[in-house]
Every structure is written in C-alpha cells, then in structure tokens.
C-alpha cells in the first residue's frame, strides 16, 4: 500500500483496510508522521508530535487484531488533539508563554475516551492563545497557516487542529468552541466540524475559558468521519458537572435517515452580518442543493441574535477573568521570580499576550461594583432572548441554516490591528453558543479572492472554502449530522477534488525534512 494513498484516506475507509488485514495501524501511522514532516514547516499545525507515543499504540493495536481481540472503534486511527486538551504525559500549553513547560499529569475525559476506543493521540495542535482568538495568530508559539493559502489564517481558535486535518497530516480532531472556535476554522480550511449540544460532551480536562460556552468538538474530512468521533466522545461524566445524563444515540446510524420532509429555517438576520458577495452566492446554492434534497425552506427572524455578538464580549470575557485569574504563578502557571510578591505577580502576568489581557480587562471590568448591572446582568438577560427567539423557531423548524462565517480566510496581519474587525469573523458562530445548541459547519463551495499574481502555484485567483452552518434543536445532533452528511454527499465530488489538489501541492519546500517532535516558535 502506497504511503500517499493512506494519508490522503478518510478515517472510516483505513478502518476498513484495518480491520480486513490489508494495512496495519503502523503503516497508517507511519504514513500521517511522514506526511506531517511533509508539510508542517508550511502550514505550522501541531505544538507537539507525539511520535514515539504513536507508534507504541499503534503497535498495541495491530497486536489486538493480531490476536483476535476487538481493537476499539477507532482502533488505529491518528487524532489530534488540541493544545487545550489534556493527555497524560504531553505538554499542555494553550498557545501560551504561561503553559509553556507544564506537562498534562492526566487525561481529559474525551482524550481517554479516544484511547480506550484505539486512537492513536498523535499530537497536541496549535491554538489562539487560552482560545482566544479567531485566526490563531494569537499563539504565543508560533503561526499557523491555512493549506489553501499559506498567506492566510486558518481561522480560530481551533486553528491547528483544522489546518492538520485539511493538510492531510491526520484524518481526525478534537478542538474546542466557545464561539464558534471549531466550526469557523472547519469552514475556513474547507473540513467539517460540530460543536455538539452544552453538556453533551465532557469539558473535563479543558482548560476552562469561559465555562458556560466551552464545548470540545471534533473535526473531520467528512460527516461520516465527524460521526466516528460523536460516538466515541459523547455521553454524561460525572467529573463534569455540566455533563448532562442522557441517552447517546448512534450517529453513525443516524446517516442513513432520510432529509424528505425535514424543515430548514434562513434568519433572514444572517445575511446582514457583512456577508462577502462570494460567500452569498454559495449559501444560495446550498439553499437550493438542500431544497433538491426534500427539505423544505423558509425564511425566518431572530430579531434578538443580531445582539449575539455585542453579548458574548460580555459574558466570555467576564468568565474568561475569573478562570484565569488562577494564573497568578503562585497555584498555576510560569512563576516570575522577583524581589516582592506583588512584582512577581504583576510580572507573571505579563506571560498573557495582548489578546488574553484585553478580554480580561473587559470581562473584569464588566464585573466590578457598579458595572455589573450595566453590562453583565444586561447580557444575560440577552441571552434569556437569543434562547426564546431558537427555542420559538424550532417549534416549526428542524434546522436553521446560514453561512458559517461572513467571509472566507482572511490574510494573515489583516485583522490583528483592528479587534472589532476581528470579533466579527465569529458574528454567524456565537448564537450557538450562548443558546447552548449544536452546530455543524461543513464545506459548501469555493469563494474566488484575488490570489498572489506570481504564476504557477501563486495564480491571480485563489478559490478559497466557505462552509455551510446547520443548527439544531438541543441533543438533536442526530438531525444536524443526517442533514449535513446528505448535504455533503451532494457537494463532495467538488470539494474533495479541490481538496486533492490543494493537498498535491503542499509541502514540495519541505521535500527531504525530517520527522519533527516539537514544533518551534517559527
């Protein structure tokens, strides 16, 4: 079996050359690693590799089927798991000088939900800083990079875990989504990703930014693929006191179901958030992909989601000032040495990057005596709203559909100087969020942008992903992922050539590289 061939491979067909003897997990393995030399030094995705690690599971795996025994369901499978996500042994930074020497001493409840089931945890990926962020370029560790266009961002937060799934360098991943943190890159980098119902998945293990938003997504090539990790990482813990005890069906299963007679809802708010002509005119076509589907369309109002945003920089920041405040070098994070507590405090503080240190000035300011009432209590109180106005809609709507971000990726030192400019890469994203609902972005067409102009590989127009949002009822997952994976199906002949070719020319200046362990700060 040719390497190229198995890194190119979804996750649910090398789980079928696995389990018929055809391949083993080494192979596969091996594969990824040597796709990751490939092509990392470009697209900067992971903070760590876990090679040695890799490889030892994945020996223990071929053993098990070597022996008959039941290997777990993604027994062999390469996942990458976001560098705000514990795995016993790796290092757990979050993008952050504050983090940068502290090793995980145990897993995530999700993480070791992926090893019990034979995944191969194959790295730790690069994120915005504590999840702050909407491009990753606000890790302290280095950049990442978007495969379709290494001058561009590959969205954020979860911005290494999507640009490694789109590079090709794994096949799965987990990120994290406070508002809009796995579904904005998904749609960025032209993969899918869900952020599933509040409570659904366990956040035990996540290093908490704002508590009431933060939710662990995965990301995948395809729907199926995303499905594949729904069944492994969803379900009560009760480590987590958020973690709702429900019944978890199968997704998987849940492909088959039929989209004929399903009821999709368009906000008619969402095409007046700064959507680009190009991102329009793709969303159109959706619609009218959906409607050849058997799903009947309508437009509909959310008249309090277009105070989503201005609500969510109250409430994240404010949760994201008292979450951090245990970085104070004295119970967590890089202790500053000095003279005097108070100077070693103020100094240990400095390790946050400008992002992290605006929203928790914002959020406690927000908080204080005779600021409260003003702005946080006022938010919540939007929140109630944003809540009514989804749960009004989907006593008659199925799903809710719209564009997942206003625009596709945006160059790289675009937006940094301009945060408002920033926030509103998330404006389509974050409704979800405050309304606690689960959330798929999946590839929907390609928006034309002017490209470098050099010939060749920098062509005059660079064809760039836009994802399609689809939003659901709470713990409807099922519903979101069937309509997704019939919508997906339909787009996938596209898209996936598009993504071959992206993938083809990736990597030719790193040809002769390597395998890496850690990926450094460049």
Request: hydrophobic share 40%; aromatic share 8%.
């Amino acid at each position: 079996m040719n390497d190229d061939a198995l890194w190119n491979m979804k996750a649910s067909a090398l789980l079928e050359l696995m389990a018929a003897g055809e391949v083993s997990s080494v192979e596969v393995v091996e594969a990824f690693l040597d796709r990751i030399s490939e092509v990392e030094r470009e697209v900067g995705a992971f903070l760590e590799v876990m090679q040695e690690e890799a490889l030892a599971q994945a020996r223990r795996i071929d053993k098990l089927r070597q022996s008959g025994e039941y290997p777990g369901l993604l027994g062999g499978i390469p996942v990458a798991v976001k560098d705000n996500i514990c795995a016993a042994g790796a290092g757990c930074t979050c993008g952050s000088r504050m983090l940068a020497d502290w090793t995980a001493p145990y897993d995530a409840t999700v993480v070791r939900a992926l090893k019990e089931q034979g995944a191969v945890i194959i790295g730790k990926t690069n994120m915005d800083e504590f999840a702050m962020g909407s491009s990753t370029e606000n890790s302290a560790l280095g950049v990442t990079r978007n495969p379709w266009d290494l001058r561009r961002v590959p969205g954020g937060s979860s911005g290494g875990s999507a640009a490694a799934v789109a590079a090709g360098e794994v096949p799965l991943a987990l990120g994290s989504d406070t508002g809009g943190s796995v579904r904005q890159p998904a749609a960025f980098t032209g993969v899918t990703g869900l952020k599933p119902t509040y409570g659904r998945v366990s956040r035990y293990g996540l290093v908490a930014f704002a508590s009431s938003l933060d939710q662990i997504g995965p990301l995948a090539a395809d729907v199926k693929d995303l499905c594949l990790l729904m069944d492994v990482i969803s379900g009560f813990d009760e480590r987590d006191s958020t973690s709702e005890d429900r019944p978890v069906p199968s997704y998987s299963q849940a492909l088959s179901r039929s989209t004929r007679g399903l009821k999709g809802g368009v906000p008619k708010e969402c095409l007046t958030q700064g959507v680009s002509p190009g991102v329009r005119r793709c969303f159109e076509r959706a619609l009218e992909m959906l409607e050849e589907l058997g799903i009947d369309i309508k437009e509909i109002s959310l008249p309090m989601t277009r105070y989503a945003l201005d609500c969510y920089y109250i409430i994240a920041p404010a949760e994201a000032s008292s979450n951090l405040s245990r970085f104070d070098g004295v119970r967590y994070g890089v202790r500053a040495e000095t003279e005097s507590f108070e100077k070693m405090y103020m100094r240990t503080r400095r390790n946050f990057g400008p992002e992290v240190r605006r929203r928790i000035m914002l959020g406690t300011f927000a908080l204080s005596a005779g600021y409260y009432d003003a702005y946080y209590l006022r938010a919540a109180k939007v929140r109630t709203l944003i809540r009514r106005d989804f749960k009004r809609a989907f006593e008659e709507f199925d799903i809710i559909l719209s564009p997942t971000a206003p625009t596709s990726a945006f160059l790289l030192g675009e937006r940094t100087q301009d945060p408002l400019s920033m926030y509103m890469a998330d404006v389509l994203t974050v409704p979800a969020n405050l309304a606690g609902l689960p959330a798929l972005s999946v590839p929907c067409g390609f928006e034309e942008v002017p490209g470098s102009g050099g010939g060749g590989e920098g062509e005059m127009v660079r064809r760039l992903p836009v994802g399609l949002q689809i939003t659901g009822r709470p713990f409807d997952e099922e519903t979101v992922l069937c309509a997704g994976h019939a919508f997906y199906q339909a787009v996938a002949p596209g898209v996936e050539a598009e993504l071959a070719r992206m993938r083809k020319g990736l990597g030719r200046a790193s040809q002769g590289s390597t395998r890496c362990c850690v990926q450094g700060s460049g």
